[in-house]
């Protein structure tokens, strides 16, 4: 026998509970679908945790430079891992705790616990249960890749889940992977006291960045201790006594070994969909597993919609839960849009990499603006000449903007220094709002603060060669 519902969602992460409310709101029966931790992978295993431990590691940062601010501390520095790990398992804790309870408690929603699989487009089963509904929503997320590389099924290794399950502290942490996790991770575990390697195949750190981007981050980790090996063309792993032995060949024929006592795997993501009956529904997936979707998030079944990491649109909390913005709007106000349905074209990429000092990004880098033909500007500042950085003893990084020189359309912008990742959303609106960059240019900020430099950005304007 089967329970018929109005909407059916499958997993409880960003975009899920939401849909799940405005769906209530509107009247319809929900059924929502959680195989695992409610809250998904920002609560569970991303953003939360990992940005409590990132405030961890900062205060010890900044204990162990306390001299340079004329504060004297009565001994070293001594880093507790398992107080630590215990204050950020209380903190996602709560969150995860929330979430459930917010939608346990929600009228109209009823949840299920357990693995959801479909038998049809508008049939799913979870255990013993069969669920049917003319409009499904699948928020399933995302799980690391584990490569394909020599030896590494030989080794014990991390990924950015099981990481979190360490209560004490690695001696030697080798990161496989230098973009945005492993950076993360890789400055964290060095301030916390770990020797830190990062290998990454390319020939720089978050290749998708601009060279400068890249660069500077280097310089930031490095100075802080970190070990980076670029041009890793060949790893592979072998037990050692010492824990796991990393080889390396470089593309300068050298094949220097590492030898960590933890190895931590971040070399990517795949979505979650791989076991949910998806043929069955019609629902088509691309060649890495990610299911495809329009610009409405409607997959190839009817009545069938995707949102966040696994449709392949987008990486991050917030565009997941931009999703669910657009999937409710076109559900449930397609009749009040003035401007048509809402899309996921009109979003504008931003985001953010979580070292210390961050980096706030968002639009275009200055080598896609250059390969766009455009006539354009930057404007670049070093945070040596940004006075709130320099008062606070971080004056490392710098900022940039770039525009459109015959449309004075904004384009792109970065900021890696103290607060980048909140300075941003002052162009991340300007942007959304279509304003030409002189109304930012114009604009009277607050002093002192990092932000407060982005007008004079604009009034310094060069040609991007």
């Known amino acids: 026998m089967s329970t018929r519902f109005d909407a059916i969602i499958i997993g409880a992460g960003q975009a899920g509970p939401s849909l799940a409310e405005r769906l209530t709101k509107a009247g319809m029966t929900v059924a929502l679908v959680e195989r695992n931790l409610f809250g998904g992978t920002c609560v569970n295993t991303g953003c939360i945790p990992t940005k409590t431990l990132v405030a961890s590691a900062r205060v010890a ?25 215990a204050r950020m398992d209380a903190v996602s804790g709560r969150s995860r705790e929330n979430v459930e309870t917010w939608l346990r408690g929600m009228t109209g929603c009823t949840v299920f ?10 049939t799913l089963r979870v255990g013993d249960e069969v669920l049917t509904a003319e409009r499904i929503f699948i928020n399933v997320g995302g799980r690391a890749t584990v490569p394909d ?11 950015n889940s099981t990481i979190l399950d360490l209560d004490t502290l690695p001696r030697h942490l080798v990161v496989i992977g230098g973009s945005y996790i ?12 770990s020797a830190v390697t990062v290998v990454e195949k390319g020939p720089r750190l978050i290749g998708r960045e601009d060279q400068d981007v890249s660069d500077a981050v280097k310089d930031i980790l490095e100075k802080e201790g970190v070990s980076v090996r670029l041009n890793a063309e060949c790893i592979r792993f072998a037990p050692h006594r010492d824990g796991v032995a990393v080889g390396v060949t470089c593309a300068s024929g050298e094949e220097p070994e590492v030898v960590g006592s ?32 329009d610009d409405q998030l409607r997959t190839s079944a009817p009545g069938v919609w995707a949102m966040g ?21 076109n559900v449930l106000d397609a009749n009040t849009l003035d401007d048509g349905p809402r899309r996921v074209s009109d979003r504008i990429p ?43 003893g971080e004056a490392q990084g710098f900022m940039k903007i770039v525009v459109d020189a015959d449309s004075k359309e904004i384009l792109g912008a970065a900021i890696l220094g103290p607060g980048g990742d909140e300075a941003i959303h002052s162009v991340v609106d300007m942007m959304y709002a279509k304003a030409p960059y002189p109304t930012l240019e114009r604009a009277v900020h607050i002093h002192p603060t990092v932000s407060e430099l982005i007008p004079t950005l604009l009034g310094e304007l060069k040609p991007l060669r």
């Open 113 to 122: 616990q357990g693995h959801a699989r479909f038998e049809s487009p508008n």
């Open 61 to 85: 940062h900044l204990a162990r430079r306390a001299e340079e601010f004329g504060v004297v501390l009565n001994g070293p520095v001594r880093v507790d891992m398992a107080r630590v790990k």
């Open 262 to 293: 933890h190895v931590l795997l971040a070399v990517g993501r795949q979505p979650n969909t791989d076991d949910l009956g998806l043929d069955k529904a019609g629902v088509k997936t691309d060649v890495r597993g990610y299911i495809t979707v």
């Open 182 to 193: 492993g950076l993360e991770y890789a400055q964290m575990y060095r301030r916390f006291g």
């Open 350 to 392: 931003a985001y953010g990499l979580f070292i210390d000092p961050p980096l706030g990004r968002v639009g275009m880098t200055d080598d896609a603006v250059r390969k766009s033909g455009r006539r354009a500007l930057v404007g670049m500042r070093p945070m040596t000449r940004v006075g709130r950085a320099v008062e606070k």
């Open 309 to 329: 990491d696994c449709n392949g649109r987008g990486a991050f909390t917030h565009t997941s839960y931009n999703d669910f913005e657009i999937v409710a709007a």
């Open 149 to 159: 590389m020599p030896g590494v099924r030989d080794v014990p290794f991390l990924t």
